[in-house]
């Protein structure tokens, strides 16, 4: 009878540990299943991008899906059994024939299932969200929230911005000082309300507007309502505490490069007025476009011994980047040559059509071999500190740049020329081409020409699928595309994409799944 007791308990035993088991179903579930749904979705979305990318590169619609929801439900069942046989039988005796043991025999058997039943809910991008969601220009707030997040200018403006300064042709003069204090940590930027554009309807208090859920969103266009920011202020910093030359070099380039970029947006300005203690007058300095020219050749020059502190004082600290007009009324009363908006954004699908479409695109689509001549280029090897590569003109896609103009030949191989030896010369600033003379047309056309060759993302296009390390691939038209794995700089701007495309989107007013899920053992 031990026999049969022995089973019972075996029974009873693989039934408890069953039940037991059957608590920890949920934690297993999610152990084993949100790490690879998340993978997918990433790995799918990035997929997402890429291919929206090319279709735009191609001239064709974009098309946004997303996966909204995924609602896996898991089933654990289990099952024991247990039996005796020859009940009544005397153990020990020996079948002579069978050569088997005869007596009462017990025995347990038992069965695991386990299933999942995703239900996974896919959200294409139609109707009022996908032009919301398209269309809507960047706010000034999301471009705050970049670069603070240290996303260097470079990317964050040339991608997202349709232009940034009063004339169209400064705007990569102006983006490469930009990019260059930012990188000496000399500047922040900040989202605010612009007085001049302010209408005497206007409150002065700002009402930030929510959603029907009660969240903040980044969907702030261009043409603000009420107190909303319209305006990117660009402050430079203090000078460092520690330093004990005033006419040190790093002090110097600082000031010069904010005096140029002040030179930039000379009549777009609010008033300024120094404080009474500086001494303005006695030094020469003025917001006078003049005067801002002159004391941007003595600072570039060798000269030693300024008053750096005596000259910040007499110059703003900040420079307003508006989205919006400035009233008439203001425009008068502040001496503003214009009164045009200084920064307009793109939309979502405007940063992709204005990185993929030529005459000078911000992405390059190039062979395995062009790529990697590319990325040999001694100024483009330093990875960790660069936000972009700069391209030689024979890296250019062909029919990139527009044919020079009749009778201007001469005047832009002088420019392709000086731009070729900038970038070659060991040690030269990637950010801002600083001319040998005192040329303030070389410098805008120089700068101007290296902001044309510069790629954040590189896209190799190839007929042979790519290499299992690639960051995204997508294949189309009987070619694949991919990012290279070991691209981080094309990896990091990816990313910049991804947000400009994410941080658009409207929230869904799709009501959640509701499924019924069996709990407990």
Avoid at 29 to 57: C, H, P
Avoid at 263 to 270: A, C, E, L, N, V
Avoid at 283 to 300: C, E, F, I, N, Y
Avoid at 337 to 356: E, I
Wanted: aromatic fraction near 8%; include cysteine.
């Amino acid at each position: 009878m031990s026999s049969a007791r022995d089973a019972r308990f075996a029974a009873l035993l693989g039934a408890a540990s069953v039940l037991i088991g059957c608590q920890s179903v949920g934690p297993l579930a999610i152990d084993a299943g949100r790490d690879r749904y998340n993978n997918i979705i990433q790995s799918t979305s990035k997929e997402q991008t890429l291919s929206n990318i090319v279709r735009v590169l191609n001239h064709e619609p974009t098309s946004f899906m997303d996966v909204s929801e995924v609602d896996a439900t898991t089933t654990f069942s289990a099952n024991t059994s247990g039996g005796l046989s020859g009940i009544g039988a005397i153990a020990g005796i020996h079948s002579a024939s069978a050569g088997t043991i005869a007596g009462e025999v017990g025995n347990v058997s038992g069965g695991v299932s386990y299933s999942e039943a995703p239900v996974i809910r896919y959200t294409p991008l139609l109707g009022q969200s996908l032009v919301a969601q398209l269309v809507t220009p960047i706010s000034v707030d999301a471009l705050e929230y970049l670069t603070e997040s240290n996303w260097p200018p470079s990317p964050v403006f040339d991608l997202a911005s349709s232009y940034l300064t009063p004339d169209l042709s400064e705007f990569y003069p102006a983006l490469n000082i930009l990019s260059e204090l930012y990188d000496q940590g000399s500047l922040s930027f900040v989202a605010a309300p612009s007085d001049l554009s302010k209408r005497e309807s206007e409150g002065a208090s700002a009402q930030t507007k929510k959603t029907s859920s009660g969240t903040l969103t980044l969907q702030v266009a261009n043409k603000p309502e009420g107190g909303k920011d319209d305006a990117l202020d660009v402050y430079l910093l203090p000078l460092h505490r520690h330093v004990r030359d005033p006419g040190f070099v790093e002090g110097k380039r600082t000031l010069q490069l904010w005096v140029r970029l002040l030179w930039i947006y000379s009549g777009s300005q609010p008033k300024f007025a120094p404080p009474k203690d500086a001494k303005c007058a006695q030094l020469s300095v003025s917001t006078d476009p003049v005067a801002l020219r002159r004391w941007d050749m003595r600072l570039g020059s060798g000269e030693q011994g300024f008053d750096l502190d005596g000259i910040r004082k007499c110059l703003p600290n900040f420079i307003e980047l508006r989205t919006m007009p400035a009233t008439a009324s203001k425009a008068v009363e502040s001496g503003l040559s214009s009164g045009a908006p200084l920064l307009k954004t793109y939309s979502a699908l405007g940063v992709l059509k204005n990185a993929t479409e030529r005459p000078h695109p911000r992405f390059a689509v190039v062979d395995r071999s062009r790529y990697e001549a590319i990325r040999s280029h001694d100024w483009n090897k330093d990875q960790d500190s660069l936000g972009f590569y700069t391209l030689l003109p024979e890296d250019e896609n062909f029919g990139d740049e527009p044919p020079p103009a009749k009778g201007k030949e001469n005047e832009a191989a002088k420019t392709e020329q000086e731009a070729i030896a900038s970038i070659e010369r060991a040690g030269a600033n990637v950010f801002v081409y600083d001319p040998p003379s005192a040329s303030q047309e070389d410098f805008v056309k120089v700068n101007q020409r290296l902001g044309f060759l510069r790629r954040y993302i590189l896209i190799v296009q190839s007929d042979r699928p790519p290499p299992a390390n690639a960051y995204a691939s997508h294949f189309a038209d009987g070619a694949w595309f991919y990012i290279d794995g070991e691209d981080q700089v094309s990896q990091k701007n990816f990313d910049l994409v991804s947000l400009f495309l994410t941080m658009m989107a409207i929230p869904s007013a799709v009501p959640p799944i509701a499924p019924t899920i069996p709990v407990g053992g």
